[in-house]
């Protein structure tokens, strides 16, 4: 009996195809729960560094002087921790795997940019009021 069932394994990994896809010729498969890229949207971020503190692979890194936040998609294990813990809601994960690289660094750089003044609009008058 174990004789066949040796047989049967070996034909079909003999005559089968492969048993992986070949990404990125074929696109992986997705799923409803799928976590596959991290997406920053710098416009509204208060550089409240919560998502660097939490991140378990240290794979953010936010400099407030700077207005800059930067992230190593190598170390990134897109676990959501920063997207659940972010208060301005500026991080996302989607459901599309990143294109695959060969170059090391594969980081990503913000420049934050500087908030409009609070009292910007403060001066002006509307006319024929």
């Known amino acids: 009996m174990g004789l066949i069932t040796i047989a049967k394994t070996i034909s079909r990994n003999v005559f089968g195809g492969p048993?992986?896809?070949r990404y990125p010729a074929e696109p992986a498969k997705r799923y409803d729960l799928?976590?596959?890229r991290l997406v920053f949207e710098p416009e509204n971020c208060r550089l409240c560094r919560i998502c660097m503190l939490r991140c378990p692979t240290q794979a953010i890194?936010?400099?407030?002087?700077?207005?800059?936040?930067e992230i190593d998609h190598f170390r990134?294990?897109?676990c959501g921790n920063c997207v659940d813990l972010c208060p301005a809601n500026?991080?996302?994960l989607e459901p599309v795997y990143r294109e695959p690289e060969a170059d090391r660094p594969a980081k990503e750089f913000h420049r934050i940019p500087e908030p409009p003044p609070e009292n910007a609009d403060a001066g002006c008058e509307t006319p024929g009021v």
């Open 19 to 21: 048993a992986t896809r």
């Open 34 to 36: 799928t976590r596959g």
């Open 61 to 69: 890194v936010v400099e407030r002087k700077e207005r800059t936040w």
């Open 76 to 78: 990134c294990i897109t």
């Open 90 to 92: 500026v991080l996302h």
